[in-house]
């Protein structure tokens, strides 16, 4: 975190990013001093309405954030920043999104939480576009000249006003990761679960926390064991609702490689969840994506996977995957970062922020998660330690058609043969 001081006595001359938060009401002059090296630009809580017509100076500008400010109106002024690839607004009030005002070098796009009933035409033009997040609006309608951006592999439309899921967004070669809950044309269902009440529970230490909230470790006399509790923000994540993602829990069933849901805390107290106690001998496969790699994982220097390994969690992957779509449910967030696994490689797919409830006999919808599994073998197997014989040759193939552009290649998940 950078000051207004030191921005204005010139110390941060030279520097690639940028991070200042302290009430701003008007676009500090200064930065535009840093234009030769300024890379990364974070002004997110702020007070900011309205952006410079100046920006294009900050030529080599290729990430802004200015999250949790109070525009109303998407700033034209950035259309200039030929190099900008990434670009947040989330959580201002934003309603006007006039055509046209979109450099072209974006590839990710992050308008979560602001007040939007539609997108411009001309945002059919970001061909380079790979993640779009738009949950949390009033859009009632995409833009068909969306069909255009055929780079598009992550979107979230989940807590809009959509109708339908047009048919060409289906047909986006390259789209694997969709969440859409929260809108009228999403499945909504309901389900028991036994309550019990938050003072029952024995709530030691936090395991880790994440866009919708945050899960503890917790003892439970009702269940006599260890549980894990996780506890609801109850606000628009990037993902969407939390009641729609704890419904998506409760909705799982049981599966060996899915973490079992025993109970619900009652909904008078706080949005809450009893889940299985997973012990810390089981850890994350991977890690979320970075900046560079915009949607797909990360992993940690010097991770390498065995054939063994990579055709184990393939395996028990894809049978929690048909297990969800054979009940109508899309995770929407398949990734390596959302997998524990142990010593033995055994697996649990978790994190159900992004998932959506379809009905299951459009295949459309699961061929779009194959894909996102197809990513997920690909990663996997460029980490690979050797990379020849009868298993790594089943593997590739596998990963070949489930990453085919088209769509009518790819097997579904009860179809895979390991």
């Known amino acids: 975190m950078h000051t207004l001081a030191?921005?204005?006595?010139?110390?941060?001359?030279?520097?690639?990013?940028?991070?200042?938060?302290?009430?701003?009401?008007?676009?500090?002059?200064?930065?535009?001093?840093?234009a030769d090296?300024?890379?990364?630009?974070?002004?997110?809580?702020?007070?900011?309405?309205?952006?410079?017509?100046?920006?294009?100076?900050?030529?080599?500008?290729?990430?802004?954030?200015?999250?949790?400010?109070?525009?109303?109106?998407?700033?034209?002024?950035?259309?200039?920043?030929?190099n900008l690839t990434m670009l947040g607004f989330k959580s201002n009030q934003i309603e006007t999104f006039h055509e046209n005002i979109l450099p072209h070098t974006i590839s990710w796009l992050i308008l979560t939480d602001n007040r939007l009933t539609q997108l411009p035409h001309s945002i059919g033009n970001l061909h380079k576009l790979q993640k779009c997040a738009l949950a949390g609006n009033r859009i009632t309608k995409l833009p068909d000249e969306m069909a255009a951006c055929r780079n598009l592999e992550l979107l979230r439309l989940s807590a809009n006003q959509l109708e339908t899921i047009p048919s060409w967004l289906l047909s986006l070669p390259k789209l694997s990761w969709l969440a859409f809950s929260g809108n009228p044309c999403s499945g909504s269902r309901k389900f028991e679960?036994?309550?019990?009440?938050?003072?029952?529970?024995?709530?030691?230490?936090?395991?880790?926390?994440?866009?919708?909230?945050?899960?503890?470790?917790?003892?439970?006399?009702?269940?006599?064991?260890?549980?894990?509790?996780?506890?609801?923000?109850?606000?628009?994540t990037s993902d969407g609702y939390a009641h729609d993602?704890?419904?998506?829990?409760?909705?799982?069933?049981?599966h060996p490689n899915?973490?079992?849901?025993?109970?619900?805390?009652?909904?008078?107290?706080?949005?809450?969840?009893?889940?299985?106690?997973?012990?810390?001998?089981?850890?994350?496969l991977g890690l979320p994506p970075d900046f560079e790699t915009c949607t797909r994982d990360t992993f940690k220097a010097g991770t390498r996977f065995t054939l063994q390994t990579i055709r184990t969690v393939a395996k028990e992957i894809a049978s929690a995957a048909a297990h969800l779509h054979a009940r109508g449910i899309m995770h929407g967030d398949l990734y390596a970062h959302n997998i524990l696994i142990n010593d033995d490689d055994h697996c649990y797919?978790?994190?159900?922020?992004?998932?959506s409830f379809y009905e299951p006999y459009q295949k459309e919808l699961e061929k779009i998660e194959v894909r996102a599994f197809g990513c997920l073998l690909e990663d996997m197997l460029?980490?690979?330690?050797?990379?020849?014989?009868?298993?790594?040759?089943?593997?590739?193939?596998?990963?070949?058609?489930?990453?085919?552009?088209?769509?009518?290649?790819?097997?579904?998940?009860?179809?895979?043969?390991?």
């Open 349 to 355: 797919l978790g994190d159900f922020g992004a998932a």
């Open 37 to 82: 090296t300024l890379e990364i630009l974070d002004l997110s809580n702020n007070l900011l309405s309205t952006l410079p017509e100046g920006m294009s100076k900050l030529k080599k500008l290729k990430i802004a954030f200015f999250s949790n400010n109070h525009f109303t109106t998407f700033p034209s002024s950035l259309k200039g920043c030929e």
């Open 193 to 236: 679960l036994q309550e019990i009440t938050y003072e029952t529970l024995e709530v030691k230490e936090r395991l880790g926390s994440g866009a919708s909230g945050e899960i503890f470790k917790a003892y439970s006399p009702a269940h006599k064991d260890e549980i894990a509790l996780k506890l609801f923000k109850g606000s628009i």
């Open 258 to 284: 899915l973490i079992k849901i025993l109970a619900k805390l009652k909904e008078s107290e706080r949005l809450g969840l009893v889940l299985e106690y997973i012990p810390n001998l089981y850890r994350n």
């Open 245 to 254: 993602e704890m419904n998506a829990y409760m909705g799982v069933g049981e």
């Open 382 to 418: 460029s980490l690979c330690l050797f990379k020849e014989g009868k298993t790594y040759e089943v593997l590739e193939g596998l990963r070949v058609k489930c990453m085919s552009e088209k769509r009518d290649e790819r097997p579904l998940f009860s179809e895979m043969v390991f």
């Open 6 to 34: 030191q921005l204005r006595s010139g110390e941060l001359k030279g520097i690639k990013r940028l991070t200042i938060s302290e009430n701003l009401i008007s676009f500090p002059e200064e930065i535009f001093e840093l």
